[in-house]
């Protein structure tokens, strides 16, 4: 049960949320707990769904971004994230089970997404204090400056949605996968 308010449906949430929740039912075909829960705050949610969409303009494939939102979400604990993002790696990326198992643990297959995964995961633990040799790994795998970035900027994003559900507890709308299954 979450710790604050989940709006029962669109209409119960805040006047200025409402569109924002509908935008997302229109392109989910549902509207998960987590945005039902940032719909408290329609800035919080406005501010999320506008950096998630930028991203999603972005260079990095999205099997990179789901690799990234998976280790970012083992590190932080967030039962919530893991298993929106591992239904979303298997169903939408079609990662398969031993490459999402590598994501949570802080890796992947592909050499190109391991330096990003890894380089997410650093980022993590050490609250933004990479080191030269990480920089320069991710760098020699072949990641752009603009990628760097990017990966930067995913691993703020789901720091986010980490931080609301472990803080409120949201009840989670997906298969269930948790951190201390890993």
Avoid: W
């Amino acid at each position: 049960m979450s710790r604050i308010q989940l709006p029962a449906s669109i209409d119960a949430a805040p006047a200025a949320a409402q569109p924002l929740l509908e935008r997302v039912s229109k392109s989910l075909g549902s509207v998960p707990n987590l945005f039902r829960l940032a719909a408290n705050s329609p800035a919080a949610l406005e501010g999320y769904l506008g950096l998630s969409n930028a991203l999603a303009k972005g260079s990095l494939a999205p099997q990179t971004r789901e690799r990234i939102a998976l280790a970012v979400a083992q590190i932080n604990g967030c039962d919530y994230c893991l298993s929106a993002h591992a239904y979303l790696a298997a169903n939408v990326a079609k990662l398969d089970a031993a490459e999402i198992a590598a994501n949570r643990a802080g890796g992947s297959s592909d050499p190109k997404a391991d330096a990003a995964v890894k380089f997410a995961a650093a980022l993590v633990r050490a609250r933004g204090q990479v080191s030269e040799a990480e920089l320069s790994a991710v760098r020699m795998a072949g990641h752009s400056d603009a990628e760097m970035v990017e990966i930067v900027a995913h691993v703020a994003l789901n720091t986010l949605t980490n931080y609301l559900n472990v803080a409120f507890d949201t009840p989670i709308d997906f298969p269930v996968v948790t951190a201390s299954a890993a």
